[in-house]
């Protein structure tokens, strides 16, 4: 398994989560690692990606403000915080990495963790 997904869970509007994203030692050596998200019937969403070349970081429209996309290389994990948390966050969140730059293929997935805001 390239990727792990952790931290989702059921929490109430205005609360606050932290999503972590372990990964494997060759997937870790990618250039750009994102997170993404799935509602039920809606198309998969890129929220935030982060590009180890300066640590540049990108956010879609829907998480600036709100959205923290950070990543620990010593640890080899990803990070999503996510502040006021709305019921439109609920999603599948799911963490991928490209090897080039952030608007190439990503082509690798973690199986994803949930989060419910209701």
């Known amino acids: 398994v390239q990727l792990v997904e952790s931290g989702g869970g059921s929490v109430q509007t205005g609360g606050s989560l932290k999503l972590s994203c372990s990964s494997s030692?060759?997937?870790?050596?990618?250039?750009?690692m994102g997170w993404f998200r799935q509602a039920p019937g809606k198309e998969r969403e890129g929220v935030a990606m982060f590009d180890s070349h300066g640590g540049t970081t990108y956010y879609s429209n829907s998480a600036k403000g709100r959205f923290d996309i950070s990543r620990d290389s010593a640890k080899r994990t990803l990070y999503l915080r996510i502040d006021n948390l709305r019921p439109e966050d609920t999603a599948m969140y799911y963490c991928?990495?490209?090897?080039?730059?952030?608007?190439?293929?990503?082509?690798?997935w973690g199986q994803g963790t949930q989060v419910t805001v209701s």
């Open positions: 030692e060759y997937t870790s050596r990618s250039n750009c």
């Open positions: 991928a990495a490209a090897p080039g730059a952030c608007d190439a293929s990503f082509l690798f």
